[in-house]
Structure formats: C-alpha cells, structure tokens
C-alpha cells in the first residue's frame, strides 16, 4: 500500500492499489541496510524533463557564458542531486519508522517523487509523528549541509559552477520542505496533524477523516490552480499543478478508505466474509461435459476441484483454450488442475484483513476457505469484500458509527 511520496511533489501518499502498480513495473537499483530501492519506468520521464528544465532554465540564466554541454551536464548533474534528496528524505522515514517498529517493503522513486511503501500503519500517535517529522528533518540537515558547503566553497577554483549546482539543490529543499509540511493529509504535515488529532481524541478514524479531508481539499486548490495557471500562459506548469492535486485527491480519499477497509476486516475471521454456495467439479469430469454443463452456465472464471469434500485445486476456463474442442471428450479437468497450496488457500478462522493481504501479495482474486482437514468450506472473493466494503463507505456519508460487516462491529 503506497505509503510516501516526496520531491518537489506530494510526500507520504499511500493507497493500497498505487502500492501494487509501482510494485509492477519497477525494478531493484540497489539494497541499502536490507531495505530495496527501486527505480518505478515514470522515473525517467521525470528525470529527463527536469534535466531539461535545468539545461534550459536555470544554468542558463545562473551560467550564461557556460555553453550547452555544460548546461546539460549540470542539468543532469542537478536532476540527480533532487532525487538523491528525495532518496534521502524517504530514507529517513523508513529508518525511523523500523527503529520504531514500522516496516517498509521499499522505496521507489517514480513519476511523483518517491514512496517509501509501509507494511502498516504506525500504532500510536507518538509513532506517527516522529515517522513523519523523519523527512522533514533529514531535509532540514540537507538544507543545513548544503548551506556549509556554499559558505565553504566561496571563491575557490570552479566555484560558480558549483555554487549554481548548490543553490538550485537549496531552493529546491526548501520547496520540498515548505510543501511536505502543509497540513494536508497525506503530506508529512497532514501526518503530523493526524497524529496530533489521533493523540488527542484517541480515536484514529477520526483524525484521519478530518486529516484527509484536508488534503482532498488542498489537492482540489492545486487542481484549480494549475487550470488558472494553464490558461494564463504557462500550460506545462499548470498541467504539472494539476497532476499533482489530482494526485493529492486520489491519495488522500484511498488512505481514509483504505483505514476503513482495514477496519472493517481487522479482527473478523474468513468464514464471516466467506460464501458457502461454492459451485465445485471432481477431478475427473471430462473437459466437454465440464465446458458445457459448468462454465456456459455459471459463467465464472476458476472453479475449485474437489474430492469428494477434499480441495484438491483449481482449474481455470482460460486454460480450456489450450486443448482443441476435438480433443475435449477424452480430456479430464485433471490435465488442467492447478494444484491448491498455502498461497491460494486460507484457513476459516484467519484474520479477514491477513486474506486481502495475500489476494495482494499474490495477484489473486479468491481464496478457497479450506477447514483444517483439507475440506472445502467456502470461497472468499475480492469482489465481494469490495462490494461489501463499498456499501459501508456509502452508508458513512449518512453515519460515522454504522456497523463494520456481518458481524456488527463497529470501526
């Protein structure tokens, strides 16, 4: 679930589904203290276009005498030198957020900055705020190293170039430090102030729903800002404006949804979300009779294999395709069985939230509830636990205290 993002964008944004497509298309770069950092294929985009804006706007100006290729090169070299930052800032959530017992799965830098993904929530305000603050204030001691280091290489040999490459780093930081702080959930601030709430009223719900509230609100004032911007002259930079309040929006509507959703799961066991009218073949029916009297008529994607009672696998319709129509009298649902293990199988009295979890982890949506003794009690569908959960955020514009799921209890 995508936990922070940072840069001169939006730091801290988490949902559960951004989490999963930066998970898809990144790759490793390197482990630093067991923890990955990965490289999102947006990265380049926005590091080409910031290479860019440097070797075109800034060094020029800064540097007039320098040339293009020097441009370029310190344009580069600056463009790196934000994302280092960026680097450093999640870092430094992450680690505070581990020494404190947060996880974090990764850091990705992606189109928006960076992500350090969390394993969970923080489970005190005392742990929220000061994984919070662990950004701002590695940002402060980069804005405080790069100070020293401008002082210190007044008038040495080269020192025009290198103070052209210091103070963009600067103005960037700051930038990066005076937005990451706005009270806007899910910016640093808007952490800082969910944590100050939470402290306050003891209750975390709450505090996220006055949070991210806020940080809908601000996304939609960069929203409209950026349009301002567009149709007064600058179309790139109120496009970029507006991207991000989008973003902002998005992101701060899924962490409020995505606390409800854990809410509601947390604590209930599988068999309370489960169905029990499982429509299930034997290992032995033939793949025509299967085709015809199974899958034309209830139309679903996989069908649990059992015998007798006994969950043996799965088999899945697409891989029908893979033995000619000819070919199907002889053919048996066995030579397409997808055998059932850990993975694709939960236990009824599991944490609900534990199973969503796992449909995550490993791209599935359904688990087959199986009893201790290996039989078949009921299938547990993501499309009904999203269903179920998108009643109970209707039923929350009408009331903040309404029943969590089947079992009544409230979140």
């Known amino acids: 679930m995508a936990r922070e993002t940072s840069g001169v964008t939006p730091s801290r944004a988490r949902s559960a589904q951004p989490d999963k497509i930066l998970a898809e298309n990144a790759f490793q770069i390197l482990r630093v203290a067991g923890l990955p950092i990965r490289v999102h294929?947006?990265?380049?985009?926005?590091?080409?276009?910031?290479?860019?804006?440097?070797?075109?706007?800034?060094?020029?100006?800064?540097?007039?005498?320098?040339?293009?290729?020097?441009?370029?090169l310190?344009?580069?070299?600056?463009?790196?030198?934000?994302?280092?930052?960026?680097?450093?800032?999640?870092?430094?959530?992450?680690?505070?957020?581990?020494?404190?017992?947060?996880?974090t799965r990764a850091i990705t830098l992606f189109l928006f900055g960076g992500v350090a993904e969390l394993?969970?929530?923080?489970?005190?305000?005392?742990?929220?705020?000061?994984?919070?603050?662990a950004g701002p204030l590695a940002t402060v001691a980069i804005i405080g190293i790069l100070s020293v280091a401008r002082w210190a290489w007044t008038g040495a040999s080269g020192g025009a170039l290198f103070a052209a490459v210091i103070d963009q780093l600067f103005l960037v930081n700051v930038s990066l430090l005076v937005f990451n702080l706005v009270p806007a959930f899910p910016?640093?601030?808007?952490?800082?102030?969910?944590?100050?709430?939470?402290?306050?009223?003891s209750d975390l719900r709450w505090a996220t729903r006055v949070a991210s509230g806020l940080g809908s609100g601000f996304g939609?004032?960069?929203?409209?800002?950026?349009?301002?911007?567009?149709?007064?002259?600058?179309?790139?930079?109120?496009?970029?404006?507006?991207?991000?309040?989008?973003?902002l929006r998005g992101a701060a509507r899924a962490s409020y949804r995505q606390l409800l959703l854990k809410r509601m799961l947390e604590g209930e066991p599988v068999r309370r979300f489960a169905r029990a009218d499982v429509v299930s073949v034997p290992p032995d029916l033939p793949l025509d009779q299967f085709v015809n009297e199974?899958?034309?008529?209830?139309?679903?994607?996989?069908?649990?294999?059992?015998?007798?009672?006994?969950?043996v696998g799965t088999v899945d319709t697409k891989d029908i395709r893979s033995i000619s129509p000819e070919g199907r009298g002889t053919a048996r649902v066995s030579d397409l069985l997808i055998p059932a293990s850990d993975a694709t199988t939960i236990h009824p009295e599991q944490d609900a939230l534990e199973a969503l979890a796992r449909m995550q982890k490993h791209g599935l949506r359904r688990l087959a509830v199986v009893s201790s003794s290996g039989e078949l009690e009921g299938l547990l569908s993501l499309s009904d636990l999203l269903g179920l959960f998108q009643l109970k955020v209707e039923l929350e514009d009408v009331s903040s205290e309404t029943p969590s799921g089947p079992a009544g209890r409230r979140s």
């Open 220 to 247: 939609s004032v960069l929203i409209l800002l950026g349009l301002v911007v567009a149709l007064t002259g600058s179309l790139l930079s109120g496009m970029w404006l507006a991207l991000i309040g989008l973003f």
């Open 119 to 133: 394993e969970d929530e923080p489970h005190r305000p005392s742990v929220e705020l000061w994984v919070a603050l």
């Open 294 to 311: 199974y899958v034309y008529r209830y139309r679903h994607s996989a069908f649990p294999v059992v015998d007798g009672r006994r969950l």
């Open 74 to 103: 310190l344009g580069a070299v600056g463009a790196l030198g934000l994302f280092t930052s960026i680097l450093l800032h999640e870092m430094a959530h992450a680690f505070v957020g581990r020494r404190l017992g947060v996880r």
């Open 187 to 201: 910016l640093d601030g808007g952490r800082v102030l969910r944590a100050i709430l939470w402290r306050r009223r």
């Open 41 to 72: 294929a947006s990265w380049f985009v926005i590091l080409v276009l910031v290479t860019w804006s440097l070797a075109t706007g800034w060094y020029p100006t800064m540097l007039p005498d320098a040339g293009q290729l020097r441009w370029w």
